[in-house]
């Protein structure tokens, strides 16, 4: 991967690598909600065994629903990259390494280097050599999930190559909380799910609240698995934004430079 680049997985999951940061964002979906696509063995084979992916420092998990985690595929990715640390809501069994306690905002220096973080605080902001992440929690959508813990961010690569790019989890298009959260603040990319612009209140929000941003759309099926025609019903709505920088994740491997 070169500077300020996109990676898809399968579904919501993808890496980004900014000058010589990489984070992996729910790239590891093992189980496909109706509909979708899940990651197979090969392609996480692929991805354990990629020498661009062999320095990433971060592996993130937004929520714990299997079309986003894999506590198995999770485990054995962080085997194979020991010095990657893992930031989410779910527990890190990872041992012996002691967790970061959670905290509102905390420098962290290097003696914590590879210390698992456990998200539990409504905005948890964590500041570390070249990167800084500012966590929202966000509802998830749909009212069937009211009690599932779900996460988004704005990482903010602060080293050779600055920029900013938020992503959300499952949170529910247009959420106002986003709109007073990222303040109005330059964002370089956003990672949604195709609901955002399928839905007319999310293509207000992005029209508002993200007009100079380029915009990638996850949680699609491949283009073989959709039956549902997702992927058709979200090309249509893109024509109905006055923003041209859009892109549909919709296979394994594909990249985005932004």
């Known amino acids: 991967m070169t500077d300020r680049t996109v990676l898809f997985t399968a579904n919501a999951g993808f890496f980004v690598s900014a000058g010589d940061i990489s984070l992996a964002v729910d790239a590891f979906p093992r189980v496909a909600d109706r509909g979708f696509s899940a990651l197979s063995e090969d392609h996480f084979q692929q ?8 320095d990433i420092r971060y592996v993130i998990a937004t929520h714990d629903h299997e079309d986003h985690y894999s506590k198995r ?15 989410g809501a779910v527990e890190d069994e990872r041992a012996p ?3 970061v ?22 905005r948890p902001t964590y500041y570390l050599p070249g990167i800084t ?6 509802p998830h959508e749909g009212a069937q999930f009211a009690d599932v813990t779900n996460y988004g961010c704005l990482v903010t690569f602060t080293g050779p190559t600055p920029c900013r790019i938020l992503f959300v989890g499952d949170a529910k298009p247009a959420d106002p909380t986003i ?4 303040g109005g603040r330059h964002i370089d990319l956003a990672l949604l799910n195709f ?8 293509r207000r929000f992005i029209e508002e609240y993200l007009p100079n941003t380029k915009i990638g759309l996850i949680h699609l099926p491949y283009e073989a698995d959709d039956r549902n025609h997702y992927v058709t019903a979200a090309r249509k709505a893109t024509e109905q ?9 919709t296979e394994f491997g594909q990249e985005l430079l932004f």
Not at 47 to 54: I, K, N, P, T, V
Not at 101 to 122: F, K, N, T, V
């Open 241 to 249: 934004l006055n923003i041209h920088a859009i892109t549909l994740f």
């Open 97 to 99: 390494k002691p967790s």
């Open 195 to 202: 609901p955002w612009i399928a839905l007319p209140k999310g």
């Open 73 to 87: 595929w999770n485990q054995q990715f962080l085997n194979c990259h020991p010095q990657a640390r893992f930031i």
């Open 179 to 182: 709109a007073e959260w990222i």
């Open 101 to 122: 306690p959670p905290h509102d905002s905390l420098l962290i220096g290097a003696s914590q280097a590879e210390a698992p973080i456990l998200l539990r605080s409504d």
């Open 47 to 54: 991805l354990c065994q990629r020498s661009d992916l062999a």
């Open 133 to 138: 992440f500012e966590f929202l929690r966000l």
